[in-house]
T-cell receptor, first 111, second 114 residues
Framework: AQSVSQHNHHVILSEAASLELGCNYS??????LFWYVQYPGQHLQLLLK??????LVKGIKGFEAEFIKSKFSFNLRKPSVQWSDTAEYFC?????????FGGGTRVLVKP | NAGVTQTPKFQVLKTGQSMTLQCAQD?????MSWYRQDPGMGLRLIHY???????DQGEVPNGYNVSRSTTEDFPLRLLSAAPSQTSVYFC?????????????FGQGTRLTVV
């Protein structure tokens, strides 16, 4: 069965700091991966997606993620965060008929 | 293009009451799902559907029923509400095919069972 794990549950950092959120997956089929963001009080929105090809994927708002097959990882990065990046971030893996989410990472950016 | 529409946005129920959370999408997506979101537990799949007339259970289906009579609608029924069902519920839809696996989410329904 497929699974997604996010090891950081809470991250607190200051504006302009760099951000990296970990995501590891387990799945035996073709791997597609997503990162979603949920701003306070809002629904989930797609940040970026990996289907195939270039393992470095660029998304909206300056986010990027790197797919490393050998490590079963798809870590999310942003070189310099802003206060408006305060949100919860979810890694997700579509597998068959299901979309499986990691437990989420809450990010608080202090101004 | 409305995307995925959920109603209501907020609901308070008494233990034992029943209700239906509505979800509609206008993107002609075949796949629709219901998730519940609880602090520290991410999103957990309740039920999902791969097309009209076809539904299946996710990881936390107990206490919930679904049906899919049309492509557009996927209501979630709470048969007898319990305090453990206090949560935020999200409906999502996505198309079939490798390039259509991105899910679109509704705004959520915040349910409190007292």
């Amino acid at each position: 069965a497929q699974s997604v794990s996010q090891h950081n549950h809470h991250v607190i950092l200051s504006e302009a700091a760099s951000l990296e959120l970990g995501c590891n997956y387990s799945y035996g089929g073709t791997v597609n991966l997503f990162w979603y963001v949920q701003y306070p009080g809002q629904h989930l929105q797609l940040l970026l997606k990996y289907f195939s090809g270039d393992p470095l994927v660029k998304g909206i708002k300056g986010f990027e993620a790197e797919f490393i097959k050998s490590k079963f990882s798809f870590n999310l990065r942003k070189p310099s965060v802003q206060w408006s990046d305060t949100a919860e971030y979810f890694c997700a893996l579509p597998a068959g008929n299901k979309l499986t989410f990691g437990g989420g990472t809450r990010v608080l950016v202090k101004p | 293009n409305a995307g995925v529409t959920q109603t209501p946005k907020f609901q308070v129920l008494k233990t034992g009451q029943s209700m239906t959370l509505q979800c509609a999408q206008d993107m002609n997506h075949e796949y629709m799902s219901w998730y519940r979101q609880d602090p520290g537990m991410g999103l957990r799949l309740i039920h999902y559907s791969v097309g009209a007339g076809i539904t299946d259970q996710g990881e936390v289906p107990n206490g919930y029923n679904v049906s899919r009579s049309t492509t557009e609608d996927f209501p979630l029924r709470l048969l007898s509400a319990a305090p453990s069902q206090t949560s935020v519920y999200f409906c999502a839809s996505r198309g079939r095919g490798l390039r259509n696996t991105e899910a679109f989410f509704g705004q959520g329904t915040r349910l409190t069972v007292v």
